[in-house]
């Protein structure tokens, strides 16, 4: 901290002894005690003229000192809080951890990431260029880095791949592991390297397809888990086979039963509950290395009190898989919009999930979905509650769900204006 407070005070010397204002004093000062030193003070013109005859080699050095800063400053540097969020604006100076490693090179154009990265190492002034015209701050034009993925097109792939053997399985031909494993070597790696899966979830999830795409949605959510709570890769791959295949076994209950648009009567349901068998059924014919899948696909719907379907096993005979899976299967049936209700809006399916894991879900795996949910980044799309749409421009670590946010027209802290709040992620 100490050198950073003398690099800053060094800084601000050199900003001082390198502006236009100084040597505008200099000349003021020149002005003042050539006037006062030299008698009469009525003839002001005659002495400014003395002064400018006399005073050649001075003017030089100043002019020469000034031309100098406006060169070295290229477009004029200023000195800038960081908490003005100069976002947009170009760098003027490199600037140094306190180890003198380069943190940004100047004539970077500064982005909210940039920004809390700064904050981040208690950076509290940077250099800026000030007329830089094309790079004022703006609210409307700024363009957001997108994140780069593919796994929206994976998604629509592997939903179809799911279709396609589920109208297999209907039709009574036998299925390849082969279009599960090939799907998996697909969407595993973009979901592990999609921070925001929940952009991708809400721009392709439709109502028509639910069945499909819901067997998909629990692969993502629960690969997202898995990562979350540091899985090894090649079992985060079983896991996904296990989360996409999970409901399965629905292709062997009656279509009206599966499509019924009001509630199952209790044959139904009793019949409707025998697809965790059937799927783990269909599941161990496909002979997949790892019999695990098999396992978590026939206990998906058992609850940590013992009262699920079909073993009522307790919670500590629950496979870890089976655990992950109820609870990504949980959270994106309440986010979905169905013909039945709308969708839970995120801050409110947490407290709905919160509520389900009482005696149903795993706590602790619920816990990692809810943080992993919470974690908000700089750049990131957000609905508020009034509707509004807005970026993330730096997170909040006390309350990640009230960030600094910017709307098409203003900066919001979301922890000082507490009547607005983050509805969901997009
Ligand atoms: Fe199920």
């Known amino acids: 901290m100490e050198i950073d407070q003398s690099t800053e005070n060094l800084e601000m010397l050199t900003n001082l002894l390198t502006s236009r204002y100084f040597f505008t004093c200099i000349i003021i000062f020149y002005f003042f005690i050539h006037l006062t030193v030299h008698p009469p003070y009525d003839c002001y013109l005659v002495k400014i003229c003395s002064f400018i005859q006399h005073s050649n080699n001075l003017f030089v050095i100043i002019f020469y000192s000034w031309s100098l800063t406006f060169w070295e400053d290229g477009d004029n540097l200023k000195a800038i809080d960081l908490s003005s969020l100069p976002i947009g604006k170009v760098l003027a100076r490199d600037i140094y951890d306190a180890e003198g490693r380069l943190l940004l090179p100047k004539n970077v154009m500064l982005k909210p990431s940039h920004l809390q990265h700064l904050l ?36 629509v792939s592997a939903v ?75 079992q985060l791959r079983q896991l996904g086979i296990a989360a996409l295949l999970h409901d399965v076994g629905k292709a062997k209950i009656p279509t009206e039963i599966i499509k019924k648009p009001g509630p199952l009567n209790p044959v139904e349901i009793r019949e409707m509950r025998k697809h ?25 719907h058992e609850y940590a009190d013992g009262r699920g379907y079909p073993l009522q096993l307790s919670a500590e005979n629950i496979h870890p898989y089976s655990r992950i899976i109820a609870v990504a299967d949980v959270f994106d049936a309440i986010t979905s919009e169905r013909y039945y209700r709308p969708r839970f809006a995120l801050l409110n399916a947490i407290e709905e999930i919160t509520r389900e894991t009482c005696g149903h879900l795993d706590p602790i795996i619920t816990r990692r979905l809810i943080r992993y949910i919470l974690n908000i980044v700089p750049g990131e799309k957000v609905q508020l509650n009034t509707g509004e749409r807005a ?36």
């Not at 002034?125 to 997108?146: A, C, G, L, M, S």
């Open 276 to 300: 965790p068998l059937y799927g783990s059924q269909i599941v161990n014919d496909l002979s997949f290395p790892d019999r695990d899948i098999v396992t978590a696909v026939l206990q998906h």
């Open 120 to 155: 981040n190492l208690n950076h509290k002034t940077i250099y800026v260029i000030e007329n830089d015209h094309n790079n004022q701050p703006r609210t409307q034009d700024f363009k957001y880095e997108q994140e780069e993925t593919l796994l929206p097109v994976v998604f």
């Open 391 to 426: 970026r993330v421009i730096l997170a909040n670590e006390k309350e990640p769900m009230r960030p600094l946010i910017q709307t098409a027209d203003r900066f919001i802290d979301l922890s000082e204006e507490r009547e607005l709040s983050i509805e969901n992620r997009l």
């Open 160 to 234: 179809e791949t799911i279709r396609n053997l589920m109208c297999q399985i209907i039709d009574g031909h036998i299925i390849k592991r082969s279009e599960v494993e090939d799907t998996m070597d697909l969407i595993v790696p973009e979901i592990i390297h999609t921070n925001n899966v929940w952009h991708c979830l809400n721009k392709i999830r439709v109502q028509d397809d639910y069945t499909f795409q819901h067997s998909v949605s629990v692969c993502v959510i629960a690969v997202k888990i898995g990562q979350a709570i540091d899985m090894p890769e090649g």
